[in-house]
């Protein structure tokens, strides 16, 4: 299910509002896609000129937009791609606490142009498809808990 977001949200920019949504437009769409975790398409394509990100470690200025890719991968063989999709969501899920206020994910296509500092990769050419919803990532955590064995977040606890 989408809906549509208040216009200083994302003109036009359209809400997945359950894990469902985000599991289809992965399906559907024939191209590949990335989740980003921000303020949103707006800010990053004005503030980065030319779509770029800065590794926050260093102050490097990257060539590209830093994101974590969507697209099921071969080895994961018939396995639900709605278990894919909330694997994805929640191995990024600390950064939206960890990154400023407002950030929050959503949906991007583009060409990938390179990898950042920790392997994720760059997107440059690209272009928003939907905000994720905040009640999507809980609906990942909760199926990620329902899963066998010792599932979390990428961001482990020394």
Same mark, same amino acid.
């Given at each position: 299910?989408?809906?549509?977001?208040?216009?200083?949200?994302?003109? %036009?920019?359209? $809400?997945?509002?359950?894990?469902?949504? $985000?599991?289809?437009? *992965?399906?559907?769409? %024939?191209?590949?896609?990335?989740?980003?975790?921000?303020?949103?398409?707006?800010?990053?394509?004005?503030?980065?000129? %030319?779509?770029?990100?800065?590794?926050?470690?260093?102050?490097?200025?990257?060539?590209?937009?830093?994101? /974590?890719?969507?697209?099921?991968?071969?080895?994961?063989?018939? &396995?639900?791609?709605?278990?894919?999709?909330?694997?994805?969501?929640? #191995?990024?899920?600390?950064?939206?606490?960890?990154?400023?206020? !407002?950030?929050?994910?959503? *949906?991007?296509?583009? &060409?990938?142009?390179? &990898?950042?500092?920790? /392997?994720?990769?760059?997107?440059?050419?690209?272009?928003?498809?939907?905000?994720?919803?905040?009640?999507?990532?809980?609906?990942?955590? #909760?199926? *990620?808990?329902?899963?066998?064995?010792?599932? !979390?977040?990428?961001?482990?606890?020394?």
């Amino acid at each position: 299910m989408t809906r549509r977001r208040p216009a200083a949200a994302q003109p %036009g920019l359209p $809400v997945l509002t359950t894990l469902d949504a $985000v599991a289809a437009l *992965v399906e559907r769409v %024939g191209e590949p896609l990335y989740v980003r975790w921000s303020r949103g398409p707006e800010p990053d394509l004005a503030h980065h000129a %030319g779509a770029s990100s800065t590794d926050d470690l260093t102050g490097t200025s990257l060539p590209g937009l830093s994101a /974590n890719p969507l697209g099921v991968e071969p080895w994961w063989s018939d &396995r639900p791609v709605r278990l894919w999709v909330a694997r994805r969501l929640h #191995d990024y899920s600390h950064l939206r606490h960890d990154k400023a206020p !407002g950030v929050r994910p959503w *949906v991007l296509s583009g &060409r990938e142009a390179g &990898r950042g500092p920790d /392997n994720e990769p760059l997107v440059r050419d690209v272009r928003p498809m939907a905000w994720i919803d905040p009640r999507v990532i809980d609906e990942a955590e #909760d199926e *990620v808990r329902r899963q066998r064995g010792p599932w !979390g977040p990428l961001r482990r606890a020394p």
